[in-house]
């Protein structure tokens, strides 16, 4: 892997991991358009680490906020999930993380090799185009409503992890599906968004956590030229997933989710049709 290539696909996995539009796809699609093959396991550890980094530090309050309630329920031993508004919401994420852990977990490499061929990943696009589309027609007005975790029930932290669990499947977005879910259960995009973000953080450390044991379970050789490729993939995932994060929440107060709706369909039918010409 040549710098140049460690830089686009950074690029592409620190966008496309937050923004509603599917990294896996555009992953899959876009190493396919370039010629570049499929991306070494290594390199697709360090730009996970790289995006986990970055929403890590974007939310560094919130989760510090979480961590120490967490750490003061192990020693106090009392839970308030009615008043406690910190425990409520590890609660819900925690519920919300159930799902992909028990089936995106297990059933994520079985997915990968079954349905990442460019035909499959181009119409999964327009799976999340209209998921994004229908939580959209289905979400609050009021797009600038804050995340309360008070308003978040059981059941849609439960409803949002499974529309999680489908983004195992290439093409099809996972902070798209989450997103969607939680304009459908009555959140704005604001707090559907924030919510989404938070979620994320487990996730995508686990996801890394994995691909790095199937690392160091096999025979790999970092050379020199490859450690510095894995730097400038590290560097790129993390700083523009870190400014994607950041664009999104701002984006959604002002306006809809069509925009990425849009470019989804249409991604996805030009990767279609190039892979139709292409036989």
């Not at 360090?46 to 970055?54: I, R, S």
């Not at 035909?119 to 804050?146: F, H, M, P, Q």
Request: include cysteine.
């Amino acid at each position: 892997m040549d710098l140049l290539e460690a830089i686009i696909l950074g690029i592409v996995q620190g966008a496309t991991e937050f923004l509603p539009v599917s990294s896996s796809a555009h992953l899959v699609l876009i190493s396919w358009w370039l010629g570049y093959g499929t991306p070494s396991l290594l390199y697709t550890v360090v730009v996970h680490v790289g995006t986990a980094t970055a929403v890590l530090f974007y939310f560094r309050e919130e989760w510090l906020t979480l961590l120490k309630a967490a750490w003061q329920t192990l020693q106090t031993r009392q839970i308030d999930l009615r008043h406690n508004i910190e425990q409520r919401l590890l609660f819900l994420l925690f519920l919300s993380s159930l799902p992909t852990a028990i089936f995106g977990l297990l059933l994520a490499d079985f997915f990968e090799e079954q349905f990442s061929k460019p035909a499959v990943v181009s119409i999964s696009l327009w799976i999340t185009a209209a998921l994004l589309i229908y939580g959209e027609r289905s979400g609050k007005k009021d797009a600038n409503t804050e995340l309360n975790a008070t308003e978040v029930k059981s059941t849609d932290a439960i409803l949002i992890g499974i529309a999680q669990t489908l983004a195992i499947m290439p093409g099809i977005s996972r902070s798209g599906s989450t997103i969607a879910a939680g304009l459908f259960r009555g959140l704005s995009r604001s707090a559907a968004t924030r919510y989404s973000f938070l979620l994320a953080t487990p996730i995508i450390l686990a996801a890394g956590l994995k691909q790095a044991l199937d690392v160091f379970t096999g025979d790999v050789n970092v050379t020199s030229e490859l450690s510095l490729s894995l730097l400038v993939g590290f560097i790129t995932s993390a700083s523009v997933g870190y400014a994607c994060i950041a664009f999104l929440l701002q984006y959604v107060r002002q306006r809809s989710l069509y925009g990425f709706a849009l470019y989804c369909v249409i991604f996805g039918a030009i990767s279609l049709g190039a892979v139709i010409v292409q036989g």
